[in-house]
Protein backbone atom coordinates (compact mmCIF):
# COMPACT_ATOMS: atom_id res chain seq x y z
CA UNK A 1 0.00 0.00 0.00
CA UNK A 2 2.75 2.48 0.52
CA UNK A 3 3.53 2.08 -3.30
CA UNK A 4 3.46 5.32 -5.10
CA UNK A 5 0.51 3.95 -7.00
CA UNK A 6 -1.35 2.43 -4.04
CA UNK A 7 -1.17 6.30 -2.61
CA UNK A 8 -2.27 7.96 -6.15
CA UNK A 9 -5.24 5.51 -5.86
CA UNK A 10 -5.96 6.87 -2.42
CA UNK A 11 -5.96 9.87 -3.11
CA UNK A 12 -7.89 10.21 -6.00
CA UNK A 13 -10.82 8.43 -4.11
CA UNK A 14 -10.66 11.66 -1.35
CA UNK A 15 -12.60 14.16 -3.30
CA UNK A 16 -15.20 16.20 -1.53
CA UNK A 17 -17.71 14.24 -3.95
CA UNK A 18 -16.47 11.07 -2.56
CA UNK A 19 -16.23 11.74 1.22
CA UNK A 20 -19.38 13.31 0.95
CA UNK A 21 -21.58 10.28 -0.74
CA UNK A 22 -19.89 8.44 1.97
CA UNK A 23 -21.73 10.35 4.62
CA UNK A 24 -24.53 10.12 2.91
CA UNK A 25 -24.50 6.24 2.79
CA UNK A 26 -24.18 6.30 6.49
CA UNK A 27 -26.68 8.72 6.87
CA UNK A 28 -24.07 10.92 8.84
CA UNK A 29 -23.72 13.91 6.03
CA UNK A 30 -25.16 16.62 8.87
CA UNK A 31 -23.51 15.13 12.11
CA UNK A 32 -21.72 18.45 12.95
CA UNK A 33 -17.99 17.00 14.40
CA UNK A 34 -18.06 15.08 11.40
CA UNK A 35 -18.44 17.95 8.73
CA UNK A 36 -15.63 20.22 10.93
CA UNK A 37 -12.94 17.01 10.36
CA UNK A 38 -14.08 16.74 6.50
CA UNK A 39 -13.53 20.24 5.77
CA UNK A 40 -10.39 20.65 7.73
CA UNK A 41 -9.26 16.83 5.99
CA UNK A 42 -10.12 18.98 2.77
CA UNK A 43 -7.99 21.72 3.35
CA UNK A 44 -5.04 19.55 4.37
CA UNK A 45 -5.77 17.74 0.91
CA UNK A 46 -5.77 20.85 -0.90
CA UNK A 47 -2.64 22.00 0.06
CA UNK A 48 -0.85 19.25 -0.70
CA UNK A 49 -2.11 19.51 -3.95
CA UNK A 50 -1.97 22.84 -4.63
CA UNK A 51 2.53 22.03 -3.03
CA UNK A 52 2.71 19.35 -5.09
CA UNK A 53 3.42 20.65 -8.75
CA UNK A 54 5.75 23.26 -7.59
CA UNK A 55 7.56 20.90 -4.39
CA UNK A 56 8.72 17.53 -3.75
CA UNK A 57 10.35 17.87 -0.44
CA UNK A 58 10.10 16.61 2.80
CA UNK A 59 7.83 19.17 3.95
CA UNK A 60 4.77 18.42 1.04
CA UNK A 61 5.93 14.21 1.53
CA UNK A 62 4.84 15.08 5.62
CA UNK A 63 1.67 17.14 4.83
CA UNK A 64 0.40 14.05 2.48
CA UNK A 65 1.03 11.67 4.60
CA UNK A 66 -0.70 13.18 7.25
CA UNK A 67 -3.58 14.06 5.45
CA UNK A 68 -3.65 10.41 4.26
CA UNK A 69 -3.91 9.36 8.13
CA UNK A 70 -6.34 11.85 8.83
CA UNK A 71 -8.14 10.23 5.99
CA UNK A 72 -8.18 7.16 6.89
CA UNK A 73 -9.41 7.69 10.63
CA UNK A 74 -12.03 9.60 9.05
CA UNK A 75 -13.29 7.22 7.07
CA UNK A 76 -13.39 4.71 10.10
CA UNK A 77 -15.30 6.53 12.12
CA UNK A 78 -17.88 7.52 9.31
CA UNK A 79 -18.46 3.92 8.28
CA UNK A 80 -18.36 2.89 11.97
CA UNK A 81 -20.11 -0.79 12.53
CA UNK A 82 -20.29 -0.88 8.77
CA UNK A 83 -16.39 -0.74 8.59
CA UNK A 84 -16.52 -3.70 11.33
CA UNK A 85 -18.79 -5.63 9.33
CA UNK A 86 -19.86 -5.78 5.55
CA UNK A 87 -23.70 -4.91 5.47
CA UNK A 88 -23.90 -4.08 2.14
CA UNK A 89 -22.29 -0.61 1.78
CA UNK A 90 -20.86 0.25 -1.78
CA UNK A 91 -18.49 2.51 -0.82
CA UNK A 92 -16.68 0.21 1.74
CA UNK A 93 -14.88 -1.60 -0.43
CA UNK A 94 -12.78 0.99 -2.12
CA UNK A 95 -12.00 2.26 1.54
CA UNK A 96 -11.50 -1.10 3.52
CA UNK A 97 -7.92 -1.24 3.35
CA UNK A 98 -7.02 2.32 4.42
CA UNK A 99 -9.27 2.21 6.72
CA UNK A 100 -8.25 -0.86 8.96
CA UNK A 101 -4.52 0.45 9.11
CA UNK A 102 -3.80 4.12 9.26
CA UNK A 103 -0.21 3.59 10.52
CA UNK A 104 0.81 2.89 7.58
CA UNK A 105 0.39 6.41 7.04
CA UNK A 106 1.68 7.56 10.21
CA UNK A 107 4.88 5.98 9.52
CA UNK A 108 5.10 7.50 6.14
CA UNK A 109 4.63 10.41 7.86
CA UNK A 110 7.23 9.89 10.84
CA UNK A 111 10.27 9.19 8.14
CA UNK A 112 9.33 12.09 5.85
CA UNK A 113 9.10 14.44 9.06
CA UNK A 114 12.70 13.08 10.69
CA UNK A 115 14.25 14.61 7.12
CA UNK A 116 11.63 17.55 7.72
CA UNK A 117 13.18 18.23 10.90
CA UNK A 118 16.91 17.88 9.91
CA UNK A 119 16.32 20.37 7.23
CA UNK A 120 13.76 23.17 8.84
CA UNK A 121 16.84 25.70 9.91
CA UNK A 122 17.55 25.96 6.30
CA UNK A 123 14.40 25.95 5.42
CA UNK A 124 13.58 28.86 7.30
CA UNK A 125 16.65 30.63 6.45
CA UNK A 126 16.21 30.49 2.70
CA UNK A 127 12.46 31.78 3.20
CA UNK A 128 12.89 34.55 4.98
CA UNK A 129 16.32 36.09 3.69
CA UNK A 130 15.49 37.11 0.78
CA UNK A 131 12.20 37.87 0.80
CA UNK A 132 11.33 41.67 -0.70
CA UNK A 133 8.46 43.03 1.05
CA UNK A 134 7.41 46.54 0.08
CA UNK A 135 7.17 49.86 1.81
CA UNK A 136 3.70 50.41 3.39
CA UNK A 137 4.11 54.21 0.93
CA UNK A 138 4.11 51.55 -2.12
CA UNK A 139 0.63 49.47 -1.38
CA UNK A 140 -1.92 51.64 -3.03
CA UNK A 141 0.50 52.15 -6.10
CA UNK A 142 0.79 47.82 -6.26
CA UNK A 143 -3.28 47.25 -6.14
CA UNK A 144 -3.63 50.24 -8.50
CA UNK A 145 -0.83 48.33 -11.31
CA UNK A 146 -1.92 45.07 -10.56
CA UNK A 147 -4.98 44.70 -9.22
CA UNK A 148 -5.60 41.55 -6.52
CA UNK A 149 -2.00 40.51 -7.09
CA UNK A 150 -0.79 43.62 -5.97
CA UNK A 151 -3.29 43.81 -3.34
CA UNK A 152 -1.77 40.32 -2.11
CA UNK A 153 2.07 41.57 -2.13
CA UNK A 154 0.75 44.56 0.00
CA UNK A 155 -1.04 42.18 2.42
CA UNK A 156 1.67 39.53 2.95
CA UNK A 157 3.85 43.05 4.05
CA UNK A 158 1.08 44.20 6.04
CA UNK A 159 0.94 40.75 7.56
CA UNK A 160 4.49 40.71 8.25
CA UNK A 161 4.79 43.85 9.74
CA UNK A 162 1.95 43.86 12.03
CA UNK A 163 0.99 47.16 10.40
CA UNK A 164 -2.05 48.96 12.17
CA UNK A 165 -2.86 50.94 8.80
CA UNK A 166 -6.57 50.99 7.70
CA UNK A 167 -5.37 49.40 4.44
CA UNK A 168 -7.16 45.88 4.56
CA UNK A 169 -10.29 47.99 5.89
CA UNK A 170 -10.09 50.32 3.01
CA UNK A 171 -8.74 48.54 0.20
CA UNK A 172 -9.10 44.77 1.12
CA UNK A 173 -12.59 45.29 2.40
CA UNK A 174 -14.20 48.50 1.15
CA UNK A 175 -12.50 48.94 -2.48
CA UNK A 176 -12.47 45.39 -3.51
CA UNK A 177 -16.36 45.59 -2.35
CA UNK A 178 -16.83 48.60 -4.71
CA UNK A 179 -15.09 46.40 -7.54
CA UNK A 180 -17.93 43.56 -7.01
CA UNK A 181 -20.83 45.87 -7.43
CA UNK A 182 -23.50 44.56 -9.06
CA UNK A 183 -25.82 46.43 -11.29
CA UNK A 184 -25.27 50.38 -12.14
CA UNK A 185 -21.84 50.98 -10.60
CA UNK A 186 -20.38 54.39 -11.46
CA UNK A 187 -21.09 55.77 -7.95
CA UNK A 188 -19.08 53.23 -6.79
CA UNK A 189 -16.26 53.24 -9.44
CA UNK A 190 -16.18 56.74 -7.97
CA UNK A 191 -15.79 56.10 -4.53
CA UNK A 192 -13.19 53.03 -5.83
CA UNK A 193 -10.92 55.57 -7.62
CA UNK A 194 -10.87 57.80 -4.81
CA UNK A 195 -9.70 55.20 -2.94
CA UNK A 196 -7.33 54.00 -4.54
CA UNK A 197 -6.08 57.77 -5.26
CA UNK A 198 -5.88 58.56 -1.58
CA UNK A 199 -8.38 60.94 -1.91
CA UNK A 200 -10.70 58.82 0.38
CA UNK A 201 -10.97 56.17 2.75
CA UNK A 202 -13.52 53.64 3.60
CA UNK A 203 -14.31 50.62 5.27
CA UNK A 204 -17.15 47.82 5.10
CA UNK A 205 -19.74 47.32 7.45
CA UNK A 206 -21.65 43.86 6.36
CA UNK A 207 -21.44 41.60 9.93
CA UNK A 208 -23.57 42.25 12.94
CA UNK A 209 -24.30 40.42 16.39
CA UNK A 210 -22.94 36.98 15.49
CA UNK A 211 -19.86 38.24 13.27
CA UNK A 212 -21.41 36.44 10.30
CA UNK A 213 -21.47 37.07 6.62
CA UNK A 214 -24.22 35.29 6.10
CA UNK A 215 -26.78 37.57 3.93
CA UNK A 216 -30.09 35.81 5.93
CA UNK A 217 -28.59 37.53 8.86
CA UNK A 218 -28.61 41.02 7.96
CA UNK A 219 -31.38 42.60 10.31
CA UNK A 220 -30.18 46.04 9.58
CA UNK A 221 -33.07 47.88 7.98
CA UNK A 222 -33.62 50.63 5.31
CA UNK A 223 -36.13 52.03 4.09
CA UNK A 224 -36.91 54.51 0.85
CA UNK A 225 -38.27 57.72 2.32
CA UNK A 226 -39.42 61.27 0.20
CA UNK A 227 -35.59 62.45 0.83
CA UNK A 228 -33.89 59.17 0.25
CA UNK A 229 -32.90 56.09 1.62
CA UNK A 230 -32.39 56.01 5.36
CA UNK A 231 -31.18 53.21 7.45
CA UNK A 232 -31.22 51.89 11.14
CA UNK A 233 -29.69 48.43 12.88
CA UNK A 234 -26.23 47.92 14.68
CA UNK A 235 -23.38 47.00 12.10
CA UNK A 236 -20.74 45.18 14.49
CA UNK A 237 -16.93 44.18 13.89
CA UNK A 238 -16.22 47.02 11.84
CA UNK A 239 -12.67 47.78 10.95
CA UNK A 240 -10.36 50.96 9.50
CA UNK A 241 -13.39 53.31 11.30
CA UNK A 242 -10.95 55.90 12.26
CA UNK A 243 -10.75 58.52 9.86
CA UNK A 244 -12.67 56.62 7.44
CA UNK A 245 -14.53 59.24 5.23
CA UNK A 246 -17.78 56.81 3.85
CA UNK A 247 -19.00 53.95 5.77
CA UNK A 248 -20.32 50.75 3.02
CA UNK A 249 -23.33 49.42 4.91
CA UNK A 250 -25.28 46.15 4.03
CA UNK A 251 -28.70 46.20 4.83
CA UNK A 252 -32.10 44.87 4.20
CA UNK A 253 -34.60 46.43 2.44
CA UNK A 254 -37.96 44.81 0.78
CA UNK A 255 -35.72 43.44 -1.97
CA UNK A 256 -33.33 42.04 0.46
CA UNK A 257 -29.86 42.86 1.50
CA UNK A 258 -28.24 45.81 -0.48
CA UNK A 259 -25.30 47.51 -0.63
CA UNK A 260 -25.33 51.47 0.97
CA UNK A 261 -22.73 54.68 0.98
CA UNK A 262 -22.98 56.20 4.20
CA UNK A 263 -20.76 59.76 4.78
CA UNK A 264 -18.89 59.52 8.33
CA UNK A 265 -20.82 63.36 9.04
CA UNK A 266 -24.15 61.23 8.66
CA UNK A 267 -27.14 62.41 10.87
CA UNK A 268 -27.84 59.55 13.11
CA UNK A 269 -24.53 57.58 12.66
CA UNK A 270 -22.54 56.93 15.68
CA UNK A 271 -19.56 54.73 15.98
CA UNK A 272 -18.60 52.99 18.94
CA UNK A 273 -14.45 51.49 19.43
CA UNK A 274 -14.46 47.88 21.07
CA UNK A 275 -12.32 46.35 23.30
CA UNK A 276 -10.12 44.24 21.31
CA UNK A 277 -7.09 41.97 21.76
CA UNK A 278 -5.32 43.38 18.64
CA UNK A 279 -4.53 46.76 19.13
CA UNK A 280 -3.05 46.90 15.38
CA UNK A 281 -7.02 45.89 14.13
CA UNK A 282 -9.04 48.34 15.54
CA UNK A 283 -12.33 47.14 15.57
CA UNK A 284 -15.84 48.88 16.28
CA UNK A 285 -20.06 49.28 16.36
CA UNK A 286 -22.15 51.50 14.08
CA UNK A 287 -25.13 52.41 15.38
CA UNK A 288 -27.29 53.86 12.52
CA UNK A 289 -31.14 55.77 13.38
CA UNK A 290 -32.59 56.87 9.95
CA UNK A 291 -29.30 57.66 8.67
CA UNK A 292 -29.48 58.93 4.96
CA UNK A 293 -27.50 56.97 2.18
CA UNK A 294 -26.75 56.10 -1.25
CA UNK A 295 -27.65 52.84 -3.00
CA UNK A 296 -24.70 51.44 -4.43
CA UNK A 297 -25.78 49.32 -7.46
CA UNK A 298 -29.02 46.91 -7.70
CA UNK A 299 -30.98 46.99 -4.65
CA UNK A 300 -31.12 43.35 -3.06
CA UNK A 301 -28.28 42.14 -4.70
CA UNK A 302 -26.23 42.74 -1.44
CA UNK A 303 -26.51 39.38 -1.28
CA UNK A 304 -24.66 37.87 -3.80
CA UNK A 305 -21.86 40.69 -3.13
CA UNK A 306 -21.79 39.65 0.52
CA UNK A 307 -20.49 35.99 -0.85
CA UNK A 308 -18.19 37.47 -3.40
CA UNK A 309 -16.57 40.30 -1.14
CA UNK A 310 -15.75 38.01 1.77
CA UNK A 311 -13.99 35.49 -1.23
CA UNK A 312 -12.21 38.65 -2.05
CA UNK A 313 -11.62 39.44 1.42
CA UNK A 314 -10.45 36.23 2.59
CA UNK A 315 -7.96 35.55 -0.15
CA UNK A 316 -6.75 38.94 0.54
CA UNK A 317 -6.09 37.97 4.69
CA UNK A 318 -4.65 34.79 3.36
CA UNK A 319 -1.86 36.75 2.34
CA UNK A 320 -1.74 38.38 5.49
CA UNK A 321 -1.72 35.18 7.19
CA UNK A 322 1.19 33.93 5.09
CA UNK A 323 3.31 37.16 6.06
CA UNK A 324 2.56 36.40 10.22
CA UNK A 325 4.00 32.51 9.76
CA UNK A 326 7.01 34.48 7.68
CA UNK A 327 7.32 36.89 10.50
CA UNK A 328 6.98 33.60 13.22
CA UNK A 329 10.05 32.11 11.19
CA UNK A 330 12.39 35.13 10.60
CA UNK A 331 12.28 35.77 14.48
CA UNK A 332 13.30 31.96 14.90
CA UNK A 333 15.78 32.55 13.01
CA UNK A 334 17.17 35.59 14.20
CA UNK A 335 17.15 34.35 17.83
CA UNK A 336 18.07 31.33 17.05
CA UNK A 337 20.78 31.55 20.31
CA UNK A 338 17.82 31.63 22.46
CA UNK A 339 16.40 28.40 21.67
CA UNK A 340 16.30 26.44 24.73
CA UNK A 341 15.74 22.24 24.66
CA UNK A 342 17.29 21.91 21.32
CA UNK A 343 15.11 18.54 19.99
CA UNK A 344 11.90 19.93 21.12
CA UNK A 345 12.65 23.03 19.20
CA UNK A 346 13.63 21.38 16.08
CA UNK A 347 10.50 19.53 16.03
CA UNK A 348 8.16 23.08 16.81
CA UNK A 349 10.78 24.71 14.34
CA UNK A 350 9.78 22.03 12.00
CA UNK A 351 6.05 22.18 12.35
CA UNK A 352 6.33 25.81 11.63
CA UNK A 353 7.66 24.92 7.54
CA UNK A 354 4.70 22.72 7.48
CA UNK A 355 2.43 25.54 7.97
CA UNK A 356 4.67 27.90 5.90
CA UNK A 357 4.61 25.29 2.70
CA UNK A 358 0.37 24.52 3.32
CA UNK A 359 -0.25 27.69 3.63
CA UNK A 360 1.57 29.32 0.91
CA UNK A 361 0.33 26.75 -1.37
CA UNK A 362 -3.69 27.45 -0.28
CA UNK A 363 -3.23 31.10 -0.85
CA UNK A 364 -1.38 31.26 -3.96
CA UNK A 365 -3.96 28.49 -5.42
CA UNK A 366 -6.97 30.82 -4.31
CA UNK A 367 -5.52 33.94 -6.01
CA UNK A 368 -4.74 31.94 -9.14
CA UNK A 369 -7.94 30.49 -9.38
CA UNK A 370 -9.91 34.00 -8.93
CA UNK A 371 -7.50 35.64 -11.48
CA UNK A 372 -8.49 32.74 -14.06
CA UNK A 373 -12.27 33.03 -13.06
CA UNK A 374 -12.35 29.74 -12.43
CA UNK A 375 -15.78 27.95 -11.07
CA UNK A 376 -13.81 27.11 -8.01
CA UNK A 377 -12.66 30.27 -7.17
CA UNK A 378 -15.34 30.53 -3.87
CA UNK A 379 -14.08 27.12 -2.56
CA UNK A 380 -10.40 27.79 -2.60
CA UNK A 381 -10.45 31.05 -1.36
CA UNK A 382 -12.82 29.27 1.47
CA UNK A 383 -10.23 26.52 1.79
CA UNK A 384 -7.33 29.37 1.92
CA UNK A 385 -9.05 30.99 4.93
CA UNK A 386 -9.32 28.02 6.83
CA UNK A 387 -6.15 26.56 6.28
CA UNK A 388 -4.31 29.98 6.69
CA UNK A 389 -6.05 30.87 9.37
CA UNK A 390 -5.15 27.46 11.73
CA UNK A 391 -1.09 27.77 10.15
CA UNK A 392 -0.99 31.16 11.19
CA UNK A 393 -2.60 30.80 14.76
CA UNK A 394 -0.24 27.59 15.07
CA UNK A 395 2.91 29.28 13.70
CA UNK A 396 2.73 32.43 15.97
CA UNK A 397 1.94 30.44 18.87
CA UNK A 398 5.02 28.16 18.30
CA UNK A 399 7.56 31.48 17.90
CA UNK A 400 5.36 32.57 21.34
CA UNK A 401 6.21 29.67 23.11
CA UNK A 402 10.01 29.01 22.02
CA UNK A 403 11.20 32.21 22.15
CA UNK A 404 8.91 33.80 25.64
CA UNK A 405 6.79 36.81 25.62
CA UNK A 406 8.04 39.96 24.17
CA UNK A 407 6.71 42.56 21.75
CA UNK A 408 7.11 41.32 18.18
CA UNK A 409 5.62 37.77 19.38
CA UNK A 410 2.99 38.99 21.38
CA UNK A 411 1.60 41.04 18.53
CA UNK A 412 2.43 38.46 15.64
CA UNK A 413 0.68 36.11 17.95
CA UNK A 414 -2.30 38.57 18.73
CA UNK A 415 -2.36 39.22 14.87
CA UNK A 416 -2.68 35.54 13.90
CA UNK A 417 -5.89 35.49 16.42
CA UNK A 418 -7.82 38.32 15.44
CA UNK A 419 -7.55 37.19 11.51
CA UNK A 420 -8.56 33.84 12.28
CA UNK A 421 -11.39 34.64 13.81
CA UNK A 422 -12.52 37.83 12.21
CA UNK A 423 -15.06 36.56 9.66
CA UNK A 424 -17.01 34.85 12.67
CA UNK A 425 -13.99 32.06 13.30
CA UNK A 426 -13.78 28.14 12.50
CA UNK A 427 -17.18 27.02 13.50
CA UNK A 428 -18.50 29.62 9.98
CA UNK A 429 -15.41 29.06 8.13
CA UNK A 430 -15.74 25.47 7.81
CA UNK A 431 -19.20 25.29 6.86
CA UNK A 432 -18.27 28.58 4.31
CA UNK A 433 -16.06 25.93 2.79
CA UNK A 434 -18.39 22.73 2.65
CA UNK A 435 -21.33 25.46 1.47
CA UNK A 436 -19.05 26.53 -1.63
CA UNK A 437 -18.71 22.63 -2.35
CA UNK A 438 -21.86 21.97 -2.48
CA UNK A 439 -21.83 19.50 0.71
Not at 375 to 387: D, R, Y
Request: charged share 20%; with cysteine; proline share 4%.
Amino acid sequence: MNSPTAQVAFDELLTADTLSALMRSTWTWDDRALRRDLAILLVDLDAVRAAAPDQNTAQVDTLRARAHASAARFVAAVLGPKLVADTGNPLRPSFLAEAVDPARFERAAATSFADARKAASEYVTEHTRELDYPAETEWLGLVASDGAKGLSRAMRGYGNSSSASPFFGSIGLAWQTLRAVIGDSTIADEYAEGLLSGRLSATLAAAEQTGSWDPAMVKTRVTETAEGWQITGIKQFVPATEGADVYLVIARSTAGPSLFAVPSSAPGLSVTHLDVIDPTRQLAQLELSSTPATLLGTEGAGGRLMLRAIDLATTALAAEQVGVIEKAMSLLARRSADLTDAPTSETRVAEVTLDHVAAAALWRRALAEDAAGSAGSSAAAAAAHVGCSAAAVRAATAAAELLGPSDETDAILRRALSGSLLFGGPALSHERLLERLGI
